[in-house]
């Protein structure tokens, strides 16, 4: 048992690290790559990873779920086309519908989140700002400025009593990805240095997998 909880160990610290060490060194080591397309997905409005196995595609109304270790897509549900999509604590999947007003008076309101979390009555949070969500879980919502002409400014949203407070502006995590040169990258959703998400120019979404082999 001991010698198993070692052998793991030393697995998990050789995948953390093998990512910044000389390609040459890379090589030496028994590591299994995989770079491949995961096909029918092109420009997804949003991709979330539910868990280490299971990827979300938000395909206009369609929610299909790719498992990692199948490699198979599955429609999975559908949403309507102004909800955003999160996913909870034990990857449930959390909606928020999103509704815009014009108003005339600081005493109205511009918008509207619906939200509905799994085994939890629905409820509605009513905002003066013109604002989007660009991240939501079970307790709170991150939103920014909806609209390109206004300030742009970043609030966090307490879902259960609806309270609202700026915040600064998000910071870009930078992270490393390994991508083919042949593949024009814009953008990656990274679940850990081992598993992540590439999308090319052309909305092509790609999976890239590597594991230490024993």
Same mark, same amino acid.
């Given at each position: 048992?001991?010698?198993?909880?070692?052998?793991?160990?030393?697995?998990?610290?050789?995948?953390?690290? &093998?990512?910044? =060490?000389?390609?040459? $060194?890379? *090589?030496?080591?028994?590591? #299994?790559?995989?770079?491949? @397309? /995961?096909?029918?997905?092109?420009?997804?409005?949003?991709?979330?990873?539910?868990?280490?196995?299971?990827? &979300?595609?938000? =395909?206009?109304?369609? $929610?299909? *779920?790719?498992?990692?270790? #199948?490699?198979?897509?599955? @429609? /999975?549900?559908?949403?309507?086309?102004?909800?955003?999509?999160?996913?909870?604590?034990?990857?449930?999947?959390?909606?928020?519908?999103?509704?815009?007003?014009?108003?005339?008076?600081?005493? #109205?309101?511009?918008?509207?989140?619906?939200?509905?979390?799994?085994?939890?009555?629905?409820?509605?949070?009513?905002?003066?700002?013109?604002?989007?969500?660009?991240?939501?879980?079970?307790?709170?919502?991150?939103?920014?400025?909806?609209?390109?002409?206004?300030?742009?400014?970043?609030?966090?949203?307490?879902?259960?009593?609806?309270?609202?407070?700026?915040?600064?502006?998000?910071?870009?995590?930078?992270?490393?990805?390994?991508?083919?040169?042949?593949?024009?990258?814009?953008?990656?959703?990274?679940?850990?240095?081992?598993?992540?998400?590439?999308?090319?120019?052309?909305?092509?979404?790609?999976?890239?997998?590597?594991?230490?082999?024993?």
């Amino acid at each position: 048992m001991f010698t198993d909880l070692v052998s793991k160990i030393t697995i998990i610290l050789l995948s953390l690290v &093998l990512t910044f =060490l000389p390609s040459d $060194l890379q *090589e030496r080591l028994s590591v #299994e790559r995989k770079f491949r @397309e /995961i096909e029918n997905i092109t420009n997804p409005q949003q991709v979330i990873w539910r868990d280490d196995n299971r990827i &979300l595609f938000v =395909l206009e109304e369609k $929610l299909l *779920e790719y498992s990692v270790e #199948e490699e198979t897509l599955t @429609e /999975i549900g559908q949403r309507e086309p102004n909800e955003f999509l999160g996913i909870g604590e034990n990857g449930e999947i959390i909606f928020c519908g999103i509704e815009h007003y014009i108003i005339s008076s600081p005493d #109205e309101f511009s918008t509207k989140f619906a939200i509905k979390i799994p085994n939890q009555e629905k409820k509605d949070l009513y905002f003066f700002e013109t604002i989007r969500p660009l991240f939501i879980s079970e307790e709170r919502i991150i939103a920014v400025t909806a609209l390109d002409f206004l300030e742009e400014n970043f609030y966090r949203i307490d879902i259960e009593n609806g309270d609202k407070k700026q915040v600064p502006p998000l910071r870009k995590v930078k992270r490393k990805v390994l991508v083919p040169k042949d593949i024009q990258f814009k953008k990656a959703y990274v679940r850990n240095r081992e598993r992540y998400v590439v999308e090319d120019i052309f909305g092509n979404v790609y999976l890239f997998t590597q594991k230490v082999i024993q």
